[in-house]
């Protein structure tokens, strides 16, 4: 797993005239040492010079979380954390209280998560996983891991995610059906946004290279290669993907169809970042109106690697996973773009403290409506026996 990491600046692009945010996403590949090397956390964030910073892999459990890991004059923090027995995973968000703040926050895709275990039934009969094979258990399965963060910062949407990895030890059935599992229900929740006219920014170690110019290695089979099925997954949702159409733009080649070696991951084992022997494995997808706002970036090599707030719990209503024509492996470094910033009322700009968001207008919360029910043949699968007692910081591949 890559020990160290890389910032994408964001450089004057066609957003250059309006408002904007400048939005950042980095594996630290553990909060703690990584706040230490910049002397707090407080100066990691002020180097990183960001309006929004996404992290992954603090490798917290929320017992270690401490006030010097949370607290920075000037931001407000949404965490989330391996519900298990280890300091694994897990990601934050960083806001800037004179940038943004968001309206609503939750931890997690499913729903469940931060419910109290009598809710927890009553909230899957109201959803859209009633009638389909998904249990309680499945969906605290996907979400108890701790790897994503939703802020809703009433002009866009943010999904900070770090997703599954496969590596060459726990490459088993159970990590492969987690790993879909995520990237569904992420979907899920994205297409729900999309139905109601919102943008969608999905930021993050997605663990998903995804195509043969974004990794190093030498390919002796690419269709073999291109057919893993997060990397089909990630294809078919894609704007420029062999079936075309998807929603996602993934920013960096927008503005950069043809780079190479614009790795974000290394092996720390071989060595891999002095000869950039590497992975590209960190993006930024836009979705939704104007998906081609975010301002083009580039890779920078320079860096290696308010009250503490949890994200609010979420409503009992998920988002319908959408219908999908057919289905379809990594560590990361970060991303970072510019990204019009809307008015927005000031009722919902807060300097000092997380909202509340029964105060907040209906218009401003997570989405509550379901899709058409499907049948449940097109749900993903449950993920079988997910836990966290797997090799689960094994070195990324």
Not at 96 to 124: D, F, I, W
Not at 196 to 205: S, W
Not at 375 to 384: H, I, K, T
Request: charge should be negative; aromatic fraction near 6%; charged fraction near 20%.
């Amino acid at each position: 797993m890559s020990g160290d990491s890389c910032i994408v600046n964001a450089v004057p692009g066609p957003c250059a005239d309006q408002r904007t945010l400048k939005i950042l996403s980095w594996n630290v590949n553990g909060l703690r040492p990584t706040a230490a090397k910049f002397g707090g956390l407080s100066k990691l964030l002020e180097v990183l010079d960001a309006d929004v910073i996404c992290i992954q892999e603090h490798k917290l459990r929320k017992c270690d979380l401490t006030s010097d890991l949370a607290l920075a004059d000037g931001w407000e923090s949404f965490f989330a954390f391996n519900r298990g027995n280890q300091g694994y995973s897990g990601v934050a968000t960083f806001c800037k209280h004179s940038k943004t703040m968001p309206v609503y926050a939750e931890e997690g895709l499913c729903g469940v998560l931060n419910l109290q275990p009598a809710e927890r039934s009553q909230a899957l009969k109201d959803s859209i996983w009633t009638g389909s094979s998904y249990t309680v258990e499945d969906l605290m399965a996907i979400d108890r891991e701790g790897r994503v963060v939703i802020t809703d910062h009433g002009s866009f949407v943010l999904f900070n995610m770090y997703g599954v990895a496969i590596t060459g030890e726990d490459e088993n059935y159970e990590r492969r059906t987690l790993k879909m599992a995520l990237c569904k229900t992420l979907e899920a929740r994205v297409m729900a946004y999309l139905q109601q006219g919102r943008r969608v920014l999905v930021v993050g170690d997605l663990n998903i290279s995804p195509r043969p110019l974004d990794t190093c290695q030498v390919l002796q089979d690419v269709d073999e290669w291109m057919s893993s099925r997060p990397r089909q997954w990630l294809y078919r949702l894609s704007h420029d993907g062999p079936c075309g159409g998807g929603p996602f733009v993934d920013t960096f080649r927008m503005f950069h169809p043809t780079r190479s070696a614009a790795f974000t991951c290394w092996s720390t084992a071989t060595g891999g970042r002095v000869n950039n022997y590497g992975t590209r494995l960190d993006l930024l997808l836009a979705a939704g109106p104007s998906p081609s706002c975010p301002c083009p970036s580039t890779p920078a090599a320079d860096l290696v690697s308010s009250s503490q707030k949890t994200a609010a719990p979420p409503p009992a209503q998920v988002p319908e996973v959408a219908p999908e024509a057919a289905t379809v492996l990594g560590n990361g470094c970060e991303t970072a773009a510019h990204v019009p910033l809307a008015p927005q009322p000031a009722a919902v700009v807060h300097q000092e403290s997380a909202p509340d968001p029964s105060a907040l207008q209906p218009t401003a919360l997570l989405p509550q409506q379901t899709l058409p029910q499907q049948a449940d043949s097109q749900l993903p699968g449950p993920p079988v026996g997910a836990s966290t007692s797997q090799q689960q910081q094994q070195q990324q591949q």
